[in-house]
């Protein structure tokens, strides 16, 4: 199949998936990140490490690119492309948006809804080291061989059992369950 074909599977693949509503109750703080597709050799989405600073409490964690709505964001995707921008540089004109991967909670009270959106790379990377070590392009069929291979297609693995390796990192806690919702919609609905 070539990106072209993949790329369509996975638009229709999110646009028709049952996703994660938000929480019934406003005892969360909301933010949001951005599920980037790149498309080169192969179909890659991309990640940040984040900056090891002492005392933060997501030091070297892996991420997708986000942050806390603020008063001035018009909505949770606004707020996704506007830390998009400030944290790589990556303007809103430069990617086309898929739609919500709905909502995750984190143990510290932050409301996640996750967006996923398909960059055309016009763009140069420029990040703050200061609050992003690293960034990544991690293969879309890696990530699904990595599931596949811990077997959780067949069950849901509790967030222990959670975790994604690359490298010399390893992708664990709210983003790996935003990758494994991700992943699911794509083994069910796009048949990857």
């Not at 646009?15 to 790149?38: E, G, N």
């Not at 179909?43 to 005392?55: H, P, R, S, T």
Request: proline share 5%; charged share 25%.
């Amino acid at each position: 199949m070539d990106k072209s074909q993949c790329i369509n599977k996975i638009q229709k693949a999110i646009k028709t998936a049952c996703h994660p509503k938000a929480p019934a109750d406003d005892l969360f703080q909301p933010t949001s990140v951005i599920v980037l597709f790149a498309l080169n050799k192969t179909v890659e989405l991309l990640f940040i490490q984040k900056a090891d600073v002492k005392g933060y409490p997501w030091a070297n964690q892996m991420a997708f690119p986000g942050g806390h709505k603020d008063k001035s964001d018009l909505s949770t995707e606004d707020t996704a492309l506007r830390e998009l921008s400030e944290e790589m540089g990556i303007i809103r004109e430069n990617v086309e948006m898929i739609g919500s991967l709905g909502h995750f909670q984190t143990i510290n009270s932050k409301d996640i809804e996750a967006f996923a959106g398909i960059w055309n790379q016009k763009d140069i990377i420029k990040h703050d080291p200061a609050e992003i070590s690293r960034i990544f392009k991690i293969p879309l069929e890696y990530l699904i061989k990595i599931h596949r291979k811990n077997e959780f297609h067949l069950h849901k693995p509790n967030i222990m059992q959670l975790t994604y390796p690359f490298e010399d990192v390893l992708i664990w806690g709210v983003t790996a369950k935003i990758l494994y919702h991700l992943i699911d919609c794509l083994l069910q609905k796009a048949d990857l």
